[in-house]
């Protein structure tokens, strides 16, 4: 058990040892296989799942700066026993399977897994760090199959072999008769492995090909291209938190912000993106004239519009009646300094944005909460350098958000051509939190085959392409490279069968787990 935990860790960020997981689990499975009962079980799988999130999730203990030591472990070892809960009913439900069954073993375990993961990404609120298959975000050929299963597809995959090969090790003197039980596993993974190389393969053929044609310029090339991409410019500014908190520094980060974007504005690109609350919402809104009056006179200047993330405190709602309430935002300005479009994010962090079930917990953390958006909003923008291109709608999912397949996709569904992430990881700088939360961009990228730019204060600002693909450098705090700037494909053609249809695969497994424990009290308790 321990050793499963360690080898599940190591294949994560910022190890990333992403093979290890598909063995990891075999030491869980074996040493399940001598539970005496349910209950048992399950005090095996709560002690793998704690330790294997007690490491993944240790960055939360240091966000003690930002709060009290005792709070941030309070809150630390909540999450890591809530999340170790899901661990020990998996592997009560394991015990109760029949071994000796072939390859139903496998299949039932591997159900039984990603119906309890897609159970853990939505219950109160949801919380999906951690789904074993974002170990794999390195391996590109591995991840092609999330634009059909999403990421639990991945997750099914790899804990279906993990099955196979306990299963096949348990009745080693008789492995002649549990063949299948690792034969078709790996005829699965042979299969997923061969889907990917084969999309991979295919894209880098095709670019080959228009490059290689006789009379194609790389000037004509652009040319061509041009009307199917976006240039894009990051400024992620990289701001510590101890600093974005003092308001006296707001100044000094301000000109830092407006700077590089004059830099970035050099490459003339087509929008120009800050991260996540770089600035309050009265800069925006005009309700600090100063800094509002130095805000449009870069606009004016560069002559580009933006994406910006902001803290937006409301003191009036749509109906005119006082209120007093904030909101996480993310606003499309254009060069004139008009707000085109908002967006407010969704999906609140736990205990950080807001306190799940505050009514029992109603002194544990103490702060001012953040107010969920209502609904999925594109943002506009009119490319004022393509005349070609009227008018362009990005998704954008603000930080934790990211995490959350589902709600990514709906802005996909919406419509949009590009989506991007904003963020601020400077909570969790010096920690693996950042890789962690990086590892889930490109699988929103695969699933939907749209590209994803990622601009982090504090973190890893980057591009992705639609298959997963890291098209640009990535920048951080401590990279010499300040801003980042490069074309995207806008989104084409079709939308992914994962983009329409959303967590299907997850939802039949989870009917399936149901069906299967519906027949065993139907058995039991029948006269």
């Given at each position: 058990?321990v050793?499963?935990?360690?080898?599940?860790?190591?294949?994560?960020?910022?190890?990333?040892?992403?093979?290890?997981?598909?063995?990891?689990?075999?030491?869980?499975?074996?040493?399940?296989?001598?539970?005496?009962?349910?209950?048992?079980?399950?005090?095996?799988?709560?002690?793998?799942?704690?330790l294997?999130?007690?490491?993944?999730?240790?960055?939360?203990?240091?966000?003690?700066?930002?709060?009290?030591?005792?709070?941030?472990?309070?809150?630390?070892?909540?999450?890591?026993?809530?999340?170790?809960?899901?661990?020990?009913?998996?592997?009560?439900?394991?015990?109760?399977?029949?071994?000796?069954?072939?390859?139903?073993?496998?299949?039932?375990?591997?159900?039984?897994?990603?119906?309890?993961?897609?159970?853990?990404?939505?219950?109160?609120?949801?919380?999906?760090?951690?789904?074993?298959?974002?170990?794999?975000?390195?391996?590109?050929?591995?991840?092609?199959i999330?634009?059909?299963?999403?990421?639990?597809?991945?997750?099914?995959?790899?804990?279906?072999?993990n099955?196979?090969?306990?299963?096949?090790?348990r009745?080693?003197?008789?492995?002649?008769?549990?063949?299948?039980?690792?034969?078709?596993?790996?005829?699965?993974?042979?299969?997923?492995?061969?889907?990917g190389?084969?999309?991979?393969?295919?894209?880098?053929?095709?670019?080959?090909?228009?490059?290689?044609?006789?009379?194609?310029?790389?000037?004509?090339?652009?040319?061509?291209?041009?009307?199917?991409?976006?240039?894009?410019?990051?400024v992620?500014?990289?701001?510590?938190?101890?600093?974005?908190?003092?308001?006296?520094?707001?100044?000094?980060?301000?000109?830092?912000y407006?700077?590089?974007?004059?830099?970035?504005?050099?490459?003339?690109?087509?929008?120009?993106?800050?991260?996540?609350?770089?600035?309050?919402?009265?800069?925006?809104?005009?309700?600090?004239?100063?800094?509002?009056?130095?805000?449009?006179?870069?606009?004016?200047?560069?002559?580009?519009?933006?994406?910006?993330?902001?803290?937006?405190?409301?003191?009036v709602d749509?109906?005119?009646?006082?209120?007093?309430?904030?909101?996480?935002?993310?606003?499309?300005?254009?060069?004139?300094?008009?707000?085109?479009?908002?967006?407010?994010?969704m999906?609140?962090?736990?205990?950080?944005?807001?306190?799940?079930?505050?009514?029992?917990?109603p002194?544990?953390?103490?702060?001012?909460?953040?107010?969920?958006?209502?609904?999925?909003n594109?943002?506009?923008l009119?490319?004022?350098?393509?005349?070609?291109?009227?008018?362009?709608?990005?998704?954008?999912?603000?930080?934790?958000?990211?995490?959350?397949?589902?709600?990514?996709?709906?802005?996909?569904?919406?419509?949009?051509?590009?989506?991007?992430?904003?963020?601020?990881?400077?909570?969790?700088?010096?920690?693996?939190?950042?890789?962690?939360?990086?590892?889930?961009a490109?699988?929103?990228?695969?699933?939907?085959?749209?590209?994803?730019?990622?601009?982090?204060n504090?973190?890893?600002?980057?591009?992705?392409?639609?298959?997963?693909?890291?098209?640009?450098?990535?920048?951080?705090?401590?990279?010499?490279q300040?801003?980042?700037?490069?074309?995207?494909?806008?989104?084409?053609?079709e939308?992914?069968?994962?983009?329409?249809?959303?967590?299907?695969?997850?939802?039949?497994?989870?009917?399936?787990?149901?069906?299967?424990?519906?027949?065993?009290?139907?058995?039991?308790?029948?006269?």
């Amino acid at each position: 058990m321990v050793l499963s935990a360690i080898l599940l860790f190591l294949s994560f960020p910022n190890a990333n040892l992403f093979p290890l997981a598909w063995f990891a689990m075999v030491p869980f499975f074996i040493a399940l296989n001598r539970a005496t009962s349910w209950k048992s079980a399950f005090c095996m799988g709560y002690l793998t799942g704690f330790l294997f999130f007690a490491g993944l999730f240790v960055a939360i203990v240091f966000l003690y700066p930002y709060a009290n030591i005792y709070q941030t472990l309070v809150g630390y070892l909540l999450l890591v026993g809530y999340t170790a809960l899901y661990f020990g009913v998996f592997a009560a439900f394991v015990q109760l399977l029949p071994w000796r069954s072939g390859v139903l073993f496998p299949v039932a375990a591997a159900c039984i897994w990603i119906a309890l993961e897609w159970v853990r990404s939505w219950l109160l609120t949801g919380f999906p760090w951690g789904s074993i298959g974002y170990s794999q975000w390195n391996n590109l050929p591995g991840i092609q199959i999330a634009s059909v299963f999403g990421v639990h597809g991945v997750s099914f995959v790899i804990v279906l072999f993990n099955a196979g090969i306990a299963t096949v090790l348990r009745a080693h003197r008789q492995w002649r008769q549990e063949i299948a039980a690792i034969g078709v596993p790996l005829i699965v993974m042979l299969s997923c492995f061969g889907y990917g190389v084969f999309q991979l393969s295919s894209v880098e053929s095709s670019v080959a090909a228009e490059k290689s044609r006789p009379g194609t310029s790389p000037a004509s090339a652009v040319k061509t291209a041009s009307p199917k991409t976006l240039n894009i410019g990051l400024v992620p500014g990289n701001i510590s938190q101890l600093r974005k908190w003092k308001l006296t520094e707001f100044p000094d980060i301000f000109r830092r912000y407006i700077a590089l974007t004059h830099e970035a504005s050099r490459a003339a690109p087509d929008v120009i993106i800050w991260p996540e609350t770089t600035v309050r919402g009265e800069v925006l809104l005009n309700h600090w004239p100063t800094y509002h009056g130095r805000f449009k006179q870069m606009l004016r200047e560069t002559e580009i519009p933006m994406l910006i993330g902001a803290t937006d405190y409301e003191k009036v709602d749509a109906m005119g009646n006082k209120v007093d309430k904030v909101y996480n935002r993310a606003f499309s300005v254009s060069p004139e300094g008009e707000i085109l479009g908002k967006y407010a994010k969704m999906r609140l962090v736990p205990f950080g944005e807001y306190v799940p079930l505050a009514s029992f917990l109603p002194n544990l953390i103490q702060f001012r909460p953040t107010e969920p958006g209502k609904s999925v909003n594109l943002l506009p923008l009119f490319n004022v350098k393509n005349a070609s291109v009227e008018k362009i709608e990005i998704g954008v999912s603000i930080c934790f958000e990211s995490g959350f397949p589902d709600h990514f996709r709906r802005f996909v569904k919406k419509g949009a051509k590009v989506m991007s992430i904003l963020i601020n990881d400077a909570w969790f700088e010096g920690t693996a939190f950042p890789e962690l939360h990086l590892s889930m961009a490109p699988f929103r990228a695969v699933e939907n085959r749209i590209a994803v730019v990622r601009c982090a204060n504090g973190g890893f600002s980057c591009m992705f392409d639609k298959f997963g693909r890291t098209t640009t450098p990535l920048v951080t705090p401590h990279t010499a490279q300040e801003i980042l700037v490069a074309a995207v494909q806008l989104r084409e053609g079709e939308q992914t069968l994962y983009t329409r249809y959303g967590d299907w695969f997850p939802i039949l497994c989870a009917l399936f787990c149901l069906g299967w424990l519906g027949w065993r009290i139907f058995v039991r308790f029948r006269p």
